[in-house]
Protein backbone atom coordinates (compact mmCIF):
# COMPACT_ATOMS: atom_id res chain seq x y z
CA UNK A 1 0.00 0.00 0.00
CA UNK A 2 1.27 3.33 -0.99
CA UNK A 3 0.59 6.91 1.07
CA UNK A 4 0.58 9.52 -1.94
CA UNK A 5 1.05 13.03 -1.18
CA UNK A 6 0.09 15.53 -3.86
CA UNK A 7 0.42 19.52 -4.51
CA UNK A 8 -3.13 19.70 -5.44
CA UNK A 9 -5.42 20.41 -3.04
CA UNK A 10 -7.87 22.70 -1.49
CA UNK A 11 -7.73 24.13 2.52
CA UNK A 12 -11.29 23.45 4.07
CA UNK A 13 -12.33 26.57 5.53
CA UNK A 14 -12.76 25.91 9.01
CA UNK A 15 -15.87 26.63 11.44
CA UNK A 16 -16.29 30.10 12.10
CA UNK A 17 -17.76 31.70 15.08
CA UNK A 18 -21.10 33.27 14.37
CA UNK A 19 -20.95 37.08 14.08
CA UNK A 20 -22.36 38.53 16.98
CA UNK A 21 -21.64 40.14 21.07
CA UNK A 22 -20.60 37.71 23.41
CA UNK A 23 -18.99 37.70 26.83
CA UNK A 24 -15.26 37.26 26.90
CA UNK A 25 -12.33 37.04 29.18
CA UNK A 26 -9.30 38.09 28.53
CA UNK A 27 -6.45 35.59 29.42
CA UNK A 28 -3.40 36.39 27.08
CA UNK A 29 -0.93 39.09 26.62
CA UNK A 30 1.59 38.76 24.08
CA UNK A 31 4.21 40.94 23.27
CA UNK A 32 5.94 40.21 19.83
CA UNK A 33 8.11 42.97 19.57
CA UNK A 34 8.97 45.13 16.16
CA UNK A 35 8.32 42.50 13.45
CA UNK A 36 7.90 43.14 9.76
CA UNK A 37 4.33 43.14 7.93
CA UNK A 38 3.20 43.87 5.04
CA UNK A 39 0.54 46.26 4.53
CA UNK A 40 -0.96 47.66 0.64
CA UNK A 41 2.09 45.79 -0.97
CA UNK A 42 4.43 47.60 1.43
CA UNK A 43 6.96 46.32 4.52
CA UNK A 44 6.60 48.12 7.25
CA UNK A 45 8.36 47.20 11.04
CA UNK A 46 5.64 47.14 13.94
CA UNK A 47 6.07 46.40 17.51
CA UNK A 48 2.71 44.36 17.72
CA UNK A 49 1.42 43.12 21.08
CA UNK A 50 -1.65 40.44 20.51
CA UNK A 51 -4.47 39.97 23.16
CA UNK A 52 -6.55 36.77 23.70
CA UNK A 53 -9.65 36.09 24.40
CA UNK A 54 -12.13 33.04 25.29
CA UNK A 55 -15.34 32.91 24.89
CA UNK A 56 -16.86 31.19 27.33
CA UNK A 57 -20.77 30.71 25.98
CA UNK A 58 -19.30 29.41 22.92
CA UNK A 59 -17.91 25.62 22.98
CA UNK A 60 -16.25 23.66 20.95
CA UNK A 61 -14.82 20.18 21.63
CA UNK A 62 -11.24 20.63 20.08
CA UNK A 63 -9.65 17.40 21.08
CA UNK A 64 -11.35 14.40 22.09
CA UNK A 65 -9.43 13.93 25.75
CA UNK A 66 -10.55 17.49 26.51
CA UNK A 67 -14.13 17.68 26.16
CA UNK A 68 -15.73 20.92 25.09
CA UNK A 69 -13.73 23.90 25.75
CA UNK A 70 -15.04 27.65 24.29
CA UNK A 71 -13.69 29.39 21.28
CA UNK A 72 -10.91 31.95 21.41
CA UNK A 73 -10.41 35.00 19.42
CA UNK A 74 -7.16 36.98 18.82
CA UNK A 75 -6.09 40.50 17.91
CA UNK A 76 -3.11 41.81 17.13
CA UNK A 77 -2.35 46.29 17.63
CA UNK A 78 0.28 48.17 17.21
CA UNK A 79 2.02 49.18 20.89
CA UNK A 80 0.98 52.20 21.24
CA UNK A 81 -0.78 54.62 23.18
CA UNK A 82 -0.26 58.22 21.70
CA UNK A 83 -3.79 59.95 21.43
CA UNK A 84 -5.31 58.48 18.19
CA UNK A 85 -4.01 54.97 18.50
CA UNK A 86 -6.00 52.11 18.41
CA UNK A 87 -4.88 50.07 21.11
CA UNK A 88 -5.90 53.61 23.64
CA UNK A 89 -9.23 53.71 21.66
CA UNK A 90 -9.82 50.01 22.44
CA UNK A 91 -9.04 50.31 25.99
CA UNK A 92 -10.84 53.16 26.81
CA UNK A 93 -13.99 51.29 25.20
CA UNK A 94 -13.18 48.60 27.34
CA UNK A 95 -12.48 50.54 30.65
CA UNK A 96 -15.50 53.04 30.03
CA UNK A 97 -13.47 55.50 30.53
CA UNK A 98 -10.60 57.43 28.83
CA UNK A 99 -7.08 56.61 29.67
CA UNK A 100 -6.08 59.85 31.32
CA UNK A 101 -2.40 61.31 29.68
CA UNK A 102 -0.77 60.47 33.09
CA UNK A 103 -2.36 56.54 32.63
CA UNK A 104 -1.27 56.86 29.10
CA UNK A 105 2.90 57.40 29.82
CA UNK A 106 2.77 53.68 31.47
CA UNK A 107 0.15 51.24 31.54
CA UNK A 108 0.71 47.72 32.88
CA UNK A 109 -0.80 45.31 29.99
CA UNK A 110 -0.88 42.65 31.84
CA UNK A 111 -3.68 44.13 34.30
CA UNK A 112 -5.98 43.11 31.64
CA UNK A 113 -5.20 39.15 32.41
CA UNK A 114 -8.76 38.24 33.50
CA UNK A 115 -10.79 40.59 32.89
CA UNK A 116 -13.76 40.25 31.28
CA UNK A 117 -15.71 42.35 28.79
CA UNK A 118 -18.22 41.89 25.95
CA UNK A 119 -16.56 41.11 22.21
CA UNK A 120 -18.92 42.04 18.85
CA UNK A 121 -17.19 39.59 16.41
CA UNK A 122 -17.85 40.22 12.59
CA UNK A 123 -17.17 38.05 9.34
CA UNK A 124 -14.96 39.88 7.22
CA UNK A 125 -13.67 38.33 3.76
CA UNK A 126 -9.86 38.58 2.73
CA UNK A 127 -9.15 40.95 0.69
CA UNK A 128 -6.77 38.44 -1.10
CA UNK A 129 -9.47 35.87 -1.65
CA UNK A 130 -13.13 36.76 -0.92
CA UNK A 131 -14.14 33.71 -0.78
CA UNK A 132 -11.96 33.02 2.58
CA UNK A 133 -13.62 34.62 5.55
CA UNK A 134 -12.37 35.70 9.00
CA UNK A 135 -13.82 36.61 12.55
CA UNK A 136 -12.64 40.22 13.19
CA UNK A 137 -13.21 41.92 16.56
CA UNK A 138 -15.01 45.14 15.93
CA UNK A 139 -15.61 46.25 19.31
CA UNK A 140 -14.59 45.47 22.88
CA UNK A 141 -16.95 46.84 25.79
CA UNK A 142 -17.14 46.70 29.39
CA UNK A 143 -19.49 43.78 30.64
CA UNK A 144 -23.79 44.88 30.58
CA UNK A 145 -24.53 45.77 34.06
CA UNK A 146 -25.57 42.72 35.92
CA UNK A 147 -24.19 40.37 33.73
CA UNK A 148 -21.54 37.71 34.92
CA UNK A 149 -18.97 36.33 33.45
CA UNK A 150 -18.12 32.44 33.20
CA UNK A 151 -14.76 31.45 35.33
CA UNK A 152 -11.47 31.20 33.38
CA UNK A 153 -10.90 28.45 31.17
CA UNK A 154 -7.36 28.65 29.89
CA UNK A 155 -4.26 29.49 31.61
CA UNK A 156 -3.24 32.95 31.78
CA UNK A 157 -1.02 33.66 29.39
CA UNK A 158 1.76 37.12 30.08
CA UNK A 159 4.75 37.21 27.56
CA UNK A 160 7.28 39.78 26.49
CA UNK A 161 10.22 39.49 24.01
CA UNK A 162 11.73 42.19 26.58
CA UNK A 163 11.63 39.68 28.95
CA UNK A 164 12.45 36.42 27.57
CA UNK A 165 11.18 33.54 28.99
CA UNK A 166 12.29 30.09 27.30
CA UNK A 167 9.26 28.09 29.36
CA UNK A 168 6.75 30.36 28.18
CA UNK A 169 8.05 30.89 24.81
CA UNK A 170 8.17 27.37 24.14
CA UNK A 171 4.50 27.04 25.02
CA UNK A 172 3.36 29.66 22.60
CA UNK A 173 1.94 28.17 18.82
CA UNK A 174 4.38 28.07 16.75
CA UNK A 175 3.74 31.08 14.23
CA UNK A 176 3.56 33.35 17.15
CA UNK A 177 7.27 31.46 18.14
CA UNK A 178 8.47 32.43 14.56
CA UNK A 179 7.30 35.81 14.44
CA UNK A 180 9.23 36.46 17.90
CA UNK A 181 12.21 34.96 16.81
CA UNK A 182 11.99 36.93 13.76
CA UNK A 183 11.65 40.23 15.94
CA UNK A 184 14.54 42.86 16.13
CA UNK A 185 14.51 42.13 20.23
CA UNK A 186 15.06 39.08 19.81
CA UNK A 187 17.88 38.97 16.68
CA UNK A 188 19.63 42.02 19.07
CA UNK A 189 19.08 39.74 22.13
CA UNK A 190 21.29 36.98 20.39
CA UNK A 191 23.98 39.05 19.23
CA UNK A 192 26.59 38.52 21.98
CA UNK A 193 28.10 42.03 23.62
CA UNK A 194 31.75 41.44 25.04
CA UNK A 195 29.87 40.11 28.27
CA UNK A 196 27.08 38.24 27.37
CA UNK A 197 23.99 39.26 30.06
CA UNK A 198 22.52 35.88 31.83
CA UNK A 199 19.75 35.90 29.56
CA UNK A 200 21.60 35.47 26.33
CA UNK A 201 24.17 32.94 27.78
CA UNK A 202 20.74 30.79 27.98
CA UNK A 203 19.04 31.61 25.14
CA UNK A 204 22.85 30.77 22.82
CA UNK A 205 23.54 27.55 25.13
CA UNK A 206 20.17 26.47 24.19
CA UNK A 207 20.32 27.52 20.47
CA UNK A 208 23.87 25.00 20.62
CA UNK A 209 22.05 21.97 22.60
CA UNK A 210 19.41 22.29 19.61
CA UNK A 211 22.29 22.23 17.26
CA UNK A 212 23.81 19.26 18.64
CA UNK A 213 20.84 17.27 18.86
CA UNK A 214 20.20 18.06 14.96
CA UNK A 215 24.33 17.00 14.18
CA UNK A 216 23.73 13.25 16.22
CA UNK A 217 20.76 12.42 14.65
CA UNK A 218 21.40 10.14 11.77
CA UNK A 219 17.32 9.19 11.87
CA UNK A 220 17.10 10.09 8.50
CA UNK A 221 20.56 8.47 7.01
CA UNK A 222 18.54 5.52 5.46
CA UNK A 223 15.94 7.15 4.05
CA UNK A 224 14.92 5.73 0.68
CA UNK A 225 15.02 9.23 -1.50
Given amino acids: MAIIAKATGEATQRELIPAGTYVARCYSVVHLGHVTQKYMGEEKVVDLVRFTWELPTELRCFNQDKGMQPCAISKEMTLSLNEK??????????RGKALTDKEAESFDLAKLIGQPCMINLIHQPSKANPEKVYERIAAVMPMMKGMVCPPQHNPSM??????????????????????????????????????????????????????????????????PF
Fill in 85 to 94: SNLRAMLNAW
Fill in 158 to 223: EFSVLEFDRTKFESLPTFLQEMITGSTEYQAMMKAPAQPTNLQKEEMLHQQELAAKLASDDSFDDL
